[in-house]
């Protein structure tokens, strides 16, 4: 006698169904993902495809896969395989440059913020309709009914949260340090010959924080004119006392007439880069190693007498990238007469570099991609999120000193009271 087959109950039926459909979510999610750190990893070498040994090597390849990865999502585990990139060699070169995820940081195992992804997918160059279903997944309760509309919706939102940022009250503030950078995305601006103009500050307490985002042209003294312009009409009359950017910019040309009196810091990450430009890849390795021993000196006079070396070493065969260096000469070392403890963070402009480090892209953008409102509040939105993150800087009590004008030799106060204090 045959035995009945079990009945299967609507209930078991529809638990069923939400089975599959959260597996169907899952796979999309993992895809989704997968595919967005392929594209990061594939952007950050594209950046760095032209730095190569002696033997025409490159300095950052790929090399294979991380382990499995799982991400814990409201639906279950979502299994990824992170790409490894292997950039020891371009480490070696710029100490300062190295590959991290913005979409999967090294320790993630828990989903990430909608704040954090949406922007930094955007910026991309994923289109809107790519987010939902698969966000949906990745996201949980924090995207519940996610839908294009919905992320149309977000992105206007943010667009008048970067409005009303930009129009903010500034006359209560005095900020010591300013970095200055000009960020190109693969998200196409009204101009291919467009970026993301981009300071960030520290203010008298030691906190950083994004200070102002637009854009323009990277070394149109307009463009940089135009953005200082504001933050003085929005009260901010306080000279900073340094300023760090990249040597090529217009921003210098702005800052010295609207803040004359702040200190000039040319980056040396850039510094290095350009000088390494003129010189062949035989000697790379060792001049690489004598402008690091400039940067890295114990006082200034240790710094100049590196600096002197390198110059009697290469000006006869080499004399552009001598050249190179001696111009920024009074803007290399400005570094020294401010406190010790703040050198790291004012040598070069790896604030701004290490935030949108993983996301910009100098060569390829993405075309009929993007809109000028919708980039620029999204490299806010982006940044903002990641500002919450940024540490204060140590030795903070003695930025209101640095910006009441008392003096530093080789990073120490010259007066013997605040020393102690120090």
């Known amino acids: 006698m045959s035995k009945d087959k079990p009945q299967i109950t609507p209930v078991q039926e529809q638990n069923d169904s939400k089975s599959i459909l959260e597996k169907v979510l899952r796979e999309g999610a993992r895809q989704l993902l997968q595919k967005a750190i392929e594209a990061e990893v594939d952007s ?94 990745i996201l949980g309760d924090s995207a519940k009914n996610l839908s ?63 200070l102002a985002v637009s854009d323009g042209f990277r070394e149109s003294k307009e463009s940089w004119s135009h953005m200082l312009h504001d933050l003085q009409r929005r009260g901010l009359r306080v000279n900073p006392s340094l300023a760090i ?93 401010f406190p010790a403890a703040h050198w790291q963070h004012i040598r070069t402009t790896n604030p701004i570099e290490s935030t949108f480090a993983t996301i910009r892209l100098r060569t390829k953008r993405t075309k009929g991609c993007g809109s000028r409102e919708a980039t620029l509040s999204m490299v806010y939105k982006l940044a903002y999120e990641a500002q919450k993150r940024w540490r204060k800087l140590r030795s903070f009590k003695l930025l209101p000193h640095v910006l009441a004008g008392e003096k530093f030799i080789d990073g120490e106060p010259e007066n013997e009271e605040l020393k102690k204090a120090a």
């Not at 100490?95 to 909608?114: A, E, G, H, Q």
């Not at 196409?188 to 467009?194: G, I, K, P």
């Not at 010295?256 to 390494?276: D, F, G, M, S």
């Not at 400039?294 to 007498?305: L, P």
Request: proline share 4%.
């Open 44 to 137: 950050f070498l594209e950046n760095y495809k032209s730095e190569t040994d002696e033997n025409g090597h490159r300095l950052a390849v790929r090399n294979g896969y991380h382990k499995d990865r799982s991400i814990l999502t409201s639906m279950g585990p979502v299994q990824v395989k992170q790409p490894r990139v292997d950039d020891r060699k371009l480490r070696e070169r710029y100490p300062d440059i190295k590959f991290s995820s913005n979409i999967l940081p090294k320790y993630l195992r828990r989903v990430p913020s909608i704040d954090n992804l949406v922007p930094a997918l955007y910026l991309k160059g994923i289109s809107t309709q790519d987010f939902p279903t698969a966000l949906a997944a």
């Open 148 to 210: 294009s509309n919905t992320i149309v919706r977000l992105k206007k939102s943010w667009m008048q949260d970067y409005a009303e940022w930009s129009k903010r009250d500034l006359s209560n503030k005095k900020y010591v340090y300013f970095w200055a950078d000009g960020i190109y995305f693969n998200v196409r601006l009204d101009d291919v010959s467009s970026c993301i103009l981009v300071i960030m500050a520290a203010d008298d307490q030691g906190n950083k924080e994004l």
């Open 245 to 337: 950017a990249d040597g090529a910019l217009g921003f210098w040309s702005a800052i010295r007439e609207i803040y004359p009196n702040t200190l000039e810091q040319r980056c040396w990450v850039h510094k290095t880069a350009n000088i390494l430009n003129y010189l062949p890849k035989s000697v790379h390795s060792k001049s690489k190693k004598m402008i690091h021993n400039m940067y890295m000196a114990e006082t200034k006079k240790d710094a100049i007498s590196e600096y002197h070396l390198f110059i009697k070493t290469f000006e006869d065969k080499y004399p552009k990238a001598v050249k190179c260096l001696t111009k920024d000469f009074d803007q290399l070392f400005s570094f020294y007469d």
